[in-house]
């Protein structure tokens, strides 16, 4: 999942956040390269504008299949802050 912040604050809080389990497995949260898009070497950050999405943004990992998109962004906003976007595998929605 990709989950983009109002700030990069609430980005970097989330990193903390590795390894605590949201929908039975515990998740990994890292830093994105990119900002709520899949991973392709020709999306990367351009501007500065780009690059300041992307210090918003957390890839997260490890997400159980079964979980709703609202458990995930309810997890995150109540630990971090509000989510601007989320993209979820599987699940388009933002």
């Known amino acids: 999942a990709f989950?983009?912040?109002d700030s990069a604050?609430?980005?970097a809080a989330a990193l903390v956040l590795s390894?605590?389990?949201v929908g039975?497995?515990?998740v990994r949260v890292m830093p994105s390269k990119t900002s709520?898009?899949?991973v392709n070497p020709q999306l990367l950050p351009q501007t500065d504008e780009e690059l300041e999405r992307c210090a918003r943004t957390v890839y997260v990992a490890n997400?159980?299949?079964g979980v709703r998109e609202e458990e995930v962004r309810?997890?995150?906003t109540a630990a971090c802050g509000a989510v601007s976007r989320m993209l979820l595998q599987g699940n388009a929605r933002n």
């Open 9 to 11: 604050a609430a980005a």
């Open 74 to 76: 309810g997890f995150f």
């Open 3 to 5: 989950v983009a912040f």
């Open 24 to 26: 039975g497995h515990p």
């Open 19 to 21: 390894g605590t389990p």
């Open 63 to 65: 997400v159980d299949h």
């Open 36 to 38: 709520v898009i899949p």
